[in-house]
């Protein structure tokens, strides 16, 4: 392009300008091309590819198509106008069939291939096309003009109802769901979208005799679809989906779609046991630490608000944020220090998240099927798992499987709706997030009354019984279970059923909790690989770890209740000293994490809601360290030989997660990096009861128990004690991935 334009590329950049050059290069592309000169065409994109990264979908196509016809390898020239390309594509699969075996031969037959395959498509021989296409595999040489390839042919064979060879059975469905896989690995989340709302429109309009190959096709490729990066992709993946959920012949089906919708990035990232942050986005966050450090209190963290006013009901505040997806676009406006320095973590941890999508990508999570999740549940548990829409409306539906050793049920009931009376409403309308489930709504009012403080001998407000008395669970199954001697509720959450008190919902006209007949226990995940086996077996060690004035410089005061709590803990258990004091530092807690099995932390905590991955613990400052332990520290760590962690921190088991249900935050954190199973608090609770849940907790374990049955019996001695629901109902058990029922119980 320099020789034939006599000037430097850099000096037309810079006399026209970014587009100026594009549309010359672009100019270049179709130039190269045109007079067949494979060369220049190779020359003209590595020049491309040198001065600029692709900013539009036009862009991205017309480079990958134009590499088609420059492939390594490949010296066989473009066909002339009008030849025949069924002969050509016959003679050249003949001739590579006999002569092309070794490695270097093969790379130059599947090159030629897909030359010809592009020219096909370019042609409308959409057959001819999908012969030539050479495996998938072939990508590493290829490129990815090859996925591209791949992606439109199989969008014009299903659009055309085109039989494919050795695909035909599968339907134009699974032809779909493959070209959208491979346009939303290329970052074509438009055409991603589009292949998306065909197979819901497939999905909506098939028979009932062609509906089960349909789903069963979206079951298939869902997991691997790379829906996380594009907002409008991930709602349309959920809406497919949701459609799909209640259409399966076998409740397997379901299943394996509850799979593919929720959590698919958090569930990968269990097989990537290497993970790290990068180097850039640890510079930045050492620059964002020093930076933070150096200026006053009130412009570093978000500071815990009073008990009765932190569940305030308000679009836009932190709790509703907390209970809504994470948006990956949001930013604020940037005109005070405050904001700019949320921007930059809300750039870092956009950064984390890449990061952990690259790993996923590396991982190889396996799934139970129907039967296997079967074999591992025990006799007295019951499995749960939600799925919400992206979005409500008035005839918005949700649906829960439960599952047990002997059975399988599947319940499609209508969401909540915005028209409820018992659902405080929240004023401007036009506040809410369009694609917010009603749902929303109904966890952040139940919260809110929940932790208000009751009048006189009340455990819960009015209001608060009102909401916990809706039937989120149908009560005559919880009345079998509870016949059968079904007393484990395990329950896979999904959108902002995360963050509901299940054991707090009633289910009998006289008001019988579910917590009176069953343990609650919630699941990150159903991911059955095993874990890689610690380097080490730890032995049984509870480390204990408090700071009260973690935190101070940050403007939160010094809690000395928090240090006796952590030594009445100690007490109760006949154990060591707790770690108190200047030795509660960071590095210490990290130390603790990498030889304990069981660590007890009680520390002053803050959610970031806007950037989950700087969901932060206040330890003591050391040195240059001031003492924030951030969620984005543990992932980094090694924690798989910890069975339980529990946290004596506001809102410690709370969170973020995003459209596509992957989960963020602290807890996300602890799982991540290998710990089994979380002990947390669903909302701020007094000193009294949480010394008393904890040190019962910790001295049930200590003699013995197993970590659910001593979460269990710790739960009803605090109800006891402190019969309030905001004191006993705050605390929840997490499972990890790979913490199984029999371990469990």
Same mark, same amino acid.
């Given at each position: ?67 088609? =016809? ?21 003679? =050249? ?7 092309? !075996? ?62 494919? *060879? ?17 346009? !939303? ?26 509906? *089960? ?10 997991? %691997? ?15 497919? %989906? ?16 509850? =799979?593919? @919708? ?143 050793? /002997? ?21 401007? /309308? ?6 917010? =489930? ?10 809110? /009354? ?24 149908? !009560? ?44 609650? !226990?919630? %699941? ?9 086996? *610690? ?30 709590? @952590? ?34 932390? @009680? ?38 030989? %910890? ?103």
């Amino acid at each position: 392009m320099a020789d034939i334009l006599k000037v430097p590329l850099q000096a037309i950049v810079a006399a026209y300008g970014e587009s100026g050059a594009r549309a010359l290069l672009s100019q270049g592309i179709e130039f190269a091309r045109s007079s067949g000169s494979r060369d220049l065409l190779r020359r003209v994109l590595r020049w491309s590819a040198d001065l600029f990264e692709p900013t539009s979908d036009a862009h991205v196509r017309q480079e990958l198509e134009a590499s088609l =016809h420059c492939l390594p390898y490949d010296d066989t020239p473009c066909p002339a106008a009008g030849a025949d390309l069924a002969v050509l594509a016959r003679r =050249h699969l003949s001739y590579s069939r006999r002569l092309w !075996s070794s490695p270097r031969r093969q790379a130059r037959r599947e090159a030629a291939r897909a030359h010809l395959a592009a020219h096909a498509l370019a042609a409308g021989q959409i057959e001819l096309g999908l012969r030539l296409l050479p495996p998938f595999e072939s990508l590493s040489t290829l490129g990815h003009g090859y996925s591209l390839l791949y992606a439109d042919l199989h969008y014009e064979a299903a659009t055309a109802n085109i039989a494919v *060879p050795d695909a035909a059975v599968r339907g134009p469905a699974w032809l779909l769901c493959q070209a959208a896989q491979k346009y !939303s690995l290329l970052g074509l989340y438009g055409l991603a979208s589009w292949c998306l709302i065909k197979v819901l429109e497939l999905v909506e309009e098939s028979s009932d005799d062609d509906l *089960p190959d349909v789903v069963t096709a979206v079951a298939a490729v869902m997991p %691997v679809l790379h829906a996380n990066r594009d907002p409008q992709l991930a709602r349309i993946y959920r809406d497919v %989906v949701h459609a799909s959920v209640p259409c399966g012949e076998s409740l397997g089906v379901p299943l394996g779609l509850h =799979h593919a @919708a929720k959590g698919p990035t958090f569930s990968q990232c269990y097989g990537a046991r290497a993970f790290q942050v990068p180097e850039a986005v640890t510079h930045q966050l050492v620059r964002l630490r020093v930076a933070s450090a150096s200026r006053n209190a009130e412009l570093l963290a978000p500071v815990e608000a009073p008990l009765d006013q932190s569940n305030t009901f308000i679009p836009g505040s932190e709790l509703w944020d907390s209970l809504s997806p994470l948006s990956v676009e949001a930013t604020a406006p940037g005109r005070t220090t405050a904001e700019i320095e949320q921007n930059i973590k809300r750039h870092i941890d956009r950064g984390v998240h890449g990061a952990l999508l690259a790993a996923a990508a590396n991982g190889t999570q396996a799934y139970p099927d129907l039967d296997r999740l079967q074999e591992g549940l025990d006799d007295r548990t019951v499995f749960l798992s939600w799925f919400l829409p992206a979005a409500a409306g008035p005839e918005s539906v949700y649906t829960m499987l439960a599952v047990t050793q /002997e059975s399988a049920e599947l319940m499609v009931t209508r969401s909540a709706s915005r028209s409820d009376d018992d659902i405080p409403e929240t004023g401007n /309308e036009a506040e809410q997030p369009p694609a917010e =489930h009603a749902l929303v709504r109904l966890v952040s009012a139940l919260r809110s /009354e929940v932790t208000r403080k009751p009048f006189f001998d009340e455990v819960v407000t009015p209001g608060g019984a009102a909401l916990l008395a809706r039937p989120l669970i149908p !009560s005559e199954w919880l009345q079998q279970w509870r016949d059968r001697d079904k007393d484990h509720l395990r329950i896979w959450a999904h959108g902002p059923l995360h963050y509901l008190p299940f054991h707090l919902c009633s289910y009998s006209a006289e008001g019988q909790l579910v917590a009176d007949d069953f343990t609650v !226990s919630l %699941v990150t995940g159903l991911g059955t690989s095993s874990p890689p086996a *610690p380097p080490a077996p730890r032995r049984a060690r509870t480390a204990i770890i408090a700071s009260a004035c973690g935190g101070e410089e940050f403007g939160l005061e010094c809690e000395t209740i928090l240090e006796e709590h @952590a030594a009445n803990i100690a007490t109760s258990m006949g154990t060591d000293p707790p770690i108190i004091k200047q030795e509660a530092t960071r590095q210490r807690l990290l130390d603790e994490l990498s030889t304990a099995d069981v660590v007890h932390i @009680a520390a002053h905590g803050t959610q970031d809601a806007a950037a989950p991955w700087f969901h932060c613990l206040y330890l003591s400052p050391d040195g240059d360290d001031d003492g924030r332990v951030f969620a984005h520290d543990i992932l980094g760590a090694d924690l798989r030989g %910890v069975r339980l962690v529990t946290l004596a921190s506001c809102e410690s088991a709370l969170g973020r997660y995003d459209i596509n249900d992957n989960l963020r935050g602290l807890p996300a954190a602890l799982f991540l990096a290998g710990a089994q199973a979380l002990i947390g608090c669903l909302w701020p609770v007094q000193p009294e009861p949480a010394t008393h849940f904890f040190a019962d907790l910790h001295r049930r374990i200590a003699q013995g128990s197993a970590t659910l049955t001593a979460f269990r019996g710790a739960q009803l001695a605090t109800r006891a004690d402190f019969p309030a629901y905001r004191d006993w109902g705050a605390f929840v058990f997490l499972n990890g991935w790979h913490h199984t029922v029999q371990e469990a119980t």
